[in-house]
């Protein structure tokens, strides 16, 4: 997935706490480098590289680039909700 990001006084931003994402499956991400936030209903982590986080997609969430650099994340969705 490719997700579109602005840039604000030179610094690429993207985060879609306006817009949370919600439907049905199992989604895994990790971060391959840079830090990246993932909140789903109350459970907020803050992923670095190497980190992984596993949640059900049937609860609102968000994702946001925890820094001021590029993130980059591998992510996988499975139709079975966990």
């Known amino acids: 997935m490719v997700v579109d990001a602005e840039v604000d006084d030179g610094v690429l931003r993207f985060s879609n706490e306006a817009s949370p994402f919600r439907h049905i499956g199992t989604e895994t991400v990790t971060v391959e480098s840079g830090v990246l936030v993932v909140c789903q209903a109350d459970r907020r982590v803050e992923l670095h590289a190497g980190d992984t986080v596993t949640y ?17 994340v591998l992510g996988a969705v499975t139709p079975f909700e966990r």
């Open 56 to 72: 059900g997609c049937s609860e609102p969430h968000w994702w946001a680039n925890g820094h001021d650099a590029e993130t980059v």
